[in-house]
Structure formats: C-alpha cells, structure tokens
C-alpha cells in the first residue's frame, strides 16, 4: 500500500515512500542525488547555498548554469512577487515552491518577509530538502518544507502563488501536477513556471529526449537505468501546457526573461552547426479562476 509522509516545519523532512519495496522513484531520487554529488552541488555548504541563485565560484558548468537562473529570478521577482505583494498588503504572501530543492527561492522570500513552503519529493542533504536546514542559522528559524510528491499536494486554497521552480518537466502526468497546483492557490492567485525547458515544437522536445537515452550510459554509468526509470515528460511546448491546463480554467501569459548573451544566440548556433534548436527558458503565469 502506498503510504505518504509529510513534515512541515524544520527541513529535515520525511521521505515519501512505498514500505514493502524500493520503487522506482525511490531509486531515482536516490541515483539522482548521487548524480548531483558528482556534479559538485552541495559540495560548498552554507556559503553556497546562501548565495545561490548568485553562484560566482565553483565549477564552471555549474556558475553558468546559475547565471541564467539568475536572471529568471531577478525577473521572477520584480514581475510576478512584486505586484503580488502589492495586491495582497498588508499582509506577506503564501508562496507554495514545488520542486524546491534546497530550498533557496524560499530562503530568498523568506527574507523578504513573505510566508513560504517549501515542497520536493527528495530529502538528501546535497541539494534536496535535508541542505535547507542550514538556512535556520542565518534566519533565525527553519524553513518550512514538506517532503511529497507535487501530484499530492496535502492543502487547498492556502496560497498566493504556487511556482515550479525548474520542475514541472519531471511531472509524469501534466493535467494532474497542474491541477494539485490549482487547488493549492486561492482565486485570483497565480502558479508560475520558472526555469523548465520549452520548446516550439514537440518534435526538437522528443530529439532532446532521444539525444538523451542515446548518451545515458556513457554520461551517468552505472545510474543511467534509475535516471531514466520514470516517464517524465522532461520539456514543454506552449500547447502542451495549454492542453494540460484547459480543464482547470488557466491561460497562461509567458514573460521573456533578458538572459546572458552566451544564451541567446545558443538557437543561431544550433543553426550554423546543423543542431536541433536548444530548449528556451522564460516565466510562464496563470491566473486561478
């Protein structure tokens, strides 16, 4: 029998688990936060995590990477969180992180004086919920986290915002990861994609996928049959998340984001080099009904 456990409060959060058998996404999580280790994430402790999204030292691969994140955030930031809080004043908004990870957007709303929870479905101390803990030294208090799946959210109605922060591409059923999201935000609240990969069109999404299974051996060895183990949808197309989204009433606006110069010619590149075109950030709101 499934069982699911929950831990609001400190960071050190329960796992979700199955008690008779390590099931699939049991060894995913745990293949993928080896995976994450061996990228050098986490590998910084506090200094690391209280800088993020702001990595300036570290591993190459991983600085560039949050220089983009960056930029999402900055524009996350000014323009959905700031007129939230204007519309909400004079009270601090709810804010629902899925996907959390370490729980750093958190840490940055928190300081901002907003009420925030963060939620993931992994409780390692790399960069899942067990390195959010940290963070009770410089605020005074712990984040409030919960350890759970994104598809069972255990709440209603209780949030201003409910953003997936460079998650919902690890959904492996879309309408159902939106729809907990639409039942966790009040009316006239707002759910935000930050940081997941789009594409225009599904067929360069599905060579994404191809290139990947076609590589898993050589880059991630022994872990490549656990990382691969779950249907995940892995990217978006603006019509996917549509028809995923219809049901529960939300059109969806898309914010392009300023990101470094390095990014933006990345689809001029792929052209010159005969590539498919790379996937695109940018933040992606909707309104609840």
């Not at 993020?52 to 524009?75: D, I, K």
């Not at 899925?98 to 928190?110: D, E, K, T, V």
């Not at 990217?235 to 990101?259: D, F």
């Not at 010619?265 to 010159?272: S, T």
């Amino acid at each position: 029998m499934r069982s699911r456990k929950y831990t609001y409060g400190t960071g050190d959060a329960h796992d979700v688990s199955v008690g008779f058998a390590m099931t699939s996404s049991a060894r995913f999580r745990a293949a993928y936060a080896e995976h994450r280790r061996s990228e050098g994430r986490g590998s910084g402790g506090i200094s690391e995590l209280s800088a993020l999204p702001y990595l300036r030292s570290g591993l190459p691969s991983l600085v560039r990477q949050w220089e983009v994140r960056a930029r999402s955030y900055e524009a996350f930031s000014r323009r959905i969180i700031a007129p939230a809080a204007t519309r909400v004043a004079p009270r601090n908004l709810r804010i629902l992180d899925l996907g959390a990870g370490n729980a750093w957007l958190c840490y940055r709303m928190s300081r901002l004086g907003h009420d925030c929870v963060a939620l993931d479905w992994r409780s390692d101390a790399v960069d899942g919920l067990g390195a959010a803990r940290q963070y009770s030294a410089i605020l005074g208090r712990p984040l409030k986290c919960v350890a759970g799946s994104f598809d069972a959210i255990p709440t209603t109605r209780a949030f201003d915002i409910a953003v997936f922060n460079a998650a919902i591409h690890y959904a492996t059923a879309l309408d159902v990861t939106i729809g907990e999201a639409t039942r966790t935000v009040r009316s006239g609240g707002r759910i935000v994609i930050l940081d997941s990969p789009f594409y225009q069109r599904a067929q360069d999404g599905e060579r994404m996928m191809q290139e990947k299974k076609a590589t898993a051996l050589k880059e991630w060895g022994p872990n490549a049959s656990d990382l691969l183990a779950l249907p995940m949808i892995e990217y978006l197309t603006p019509e996917r998340l549509q028809a995923a989204s219809a049901i529960h009433g939300l059109e969806w606006k898309c914010h392009a984001v300023r990101y470094p110069l390095w990014y933006r010619v990345r689809p001029m590149l792929a052209v010159i080099r005969r590539r498919r075109p790379p996937s695109r950030f940018a933040i992606w709101e909707a309104t609840v009904p």
